[in-house]
């Protein structure tokens, strides 16, 4: 159960979303017991120990049905009661370093600001990948009542989604620390997260209109794996920087092989059919090889989560340029860019399909 010893707990709502998450679960929600009040986990159809260990935590858990990624996280969102919200997903323990940051920040309340972005690092056999899928900021810490009136939700297109702060509601500031990212074990775990993260995504992208070509297909993937390389200098990493760099173009070339199947097969399909064809989280249900990133396209009143809102600058959907591919979803089309964020696109960075969508189960 949350921690109520010791120092005064600060008025912190902490949420998940989970589904089979018994081996990372626990750590996430030992990191951050001592300065939650409450811990919230949304479960669409956990069959392990899941559930289990949210309960050994005093974790009130909600049982729902899958609603892609962006409605499943609005759900966990919309159920904190406390002042401020934490979003973690079940694979993300809080570090020492940001705990400390995170209770700072709500201590002081500075009325200006509206919420914060973390680090998050990809962790790969016990130590942290500092080059590769980096810099990636996240927004994942914002006030209660800005969700209550609109102002923060969140949005995207599954799998890559972003909760989304109205810049006119304060600044969203960044904290110090790290947010670990204990998405998989092995990159060839990785690589078969990103095979059902490529399936969801071309299914979002296709029904936002959103086409591919032979050219993207077949360089799209070098151009992903050379940003990991130069740009990145995912080297630096050794071996699992060069395997990261690897996975990042795989996700992106099975990301583009299936979003030109799905124009060419199906191309007066409905969206749902597409779902249904693809095992989209469009259709309502989890992506069995799930895992998670985009940050923003025109807003569709029809998709729950979906909105104005902009995260710290303007940003849209650019057809022709890669994201980074992370630890959950492979990014190839889409690509979010920040025109005023000085730091990288919410999501942007490592881990996209998580690495950084959201590599998760499915959740």
């Known amino acids: 159960m949350p921690d109520t010893h010791g120092k005064h707990t600060p008025p912190l709502s902490v949420v998940t979303i989970c589904r089979d998450n018994e081996a ?8 951050i017991r001592h300065i939650a009040g409450e811990i919230i986990a949304v479960d669409s159809g956990s069959t392990d120990r899941t559930i289990e260990i949210c309960e ?23 159920s904190a009661t406390l002042e401020w919200v934490l979003h973690l997903d079940s694979d993300e323990p809080v570090m020492p370093e940001l705990a400390a940051s995170i209770r700072a920040l709500i201590e002081t309340d500075d009325p200006a600001v509206a919420g914060a972005r973390v680090r998050r690092v990809v962790w790969y056999r016990g130590r942290p990948l500092e080059h590769a899928w980096q810099p990636e900021w996240r927004t994942r810490l914002v006030r209660r009542s800005l969700v209550e009136r609109g102002a923060a939700r969140w949005g995207g297109l599954d799998p890559h989604d972003v909760l989304e702060v109205d810049p006119a509601a304060g600044r969203v500031v960044d904290l110090a620390g790290v947010l670990r990212h204990d998405s998989f074990e092995t990159f060839a775990d990785h690589l078969a997260k990103q095979a059902g993260h490529a399936r969801t995504s071309a299914a979002s992208l296709h029904t936002a209109g959103v086409r591919t070509n032979a050219w993207k297909l077949a360089m799209n993937p070098v151009g992903a794996f ?50 249904a064809a693809y095992g989209s989280a469009l259709a309502g249900r989890p992506d069995e090889e799930s895992g998670r990133r985009r940050d923003d396209s025109a807003p569709d009143r029809s998709r729950p989560g979906a909105g104005p809102l902009e995260q710290r600058g303007t940003t849209h ?12 979803e492979p990014q190839a089309l889409g690509e979010i860019e920040a025109k005023s964020d000085p730091h990288t696109a919410e999501g942007t960075a490592a881990g996209g399909d998580d690495p950084q969508a959201s590599p998760q189960n499915p959740p």
């Open 56 to 78: 050994s935590f005093g974790v009130t858990v909600l049982r729902r049905p899958w609603a892609g990624y962006v409605g499943t996280k609005q759900i966990a969102l919309e």
């Open 24 to 31: 990372t679960i626990g750590d996430v929600l030992e990191s």
């Open 226 to 275: 050379l940003k990991q390389i130069v740009i990145k200098q995912a080297w630096r990493d050794g071996r699992p920087g060069w395997l990261a760099a690897g996975t990042s173009a795989a996700g992106t070339l099975m990301k583009h092989m299936i979003l030109m199947e799905l124009t060419d097969s199906t191309p007066h399909a409905t969206p749902a059919e597409h779902a």
């Open 317 to 328: 959907v650019n057809e022709n340029t890669e994201q980074d591919a992370g630890p959950g």
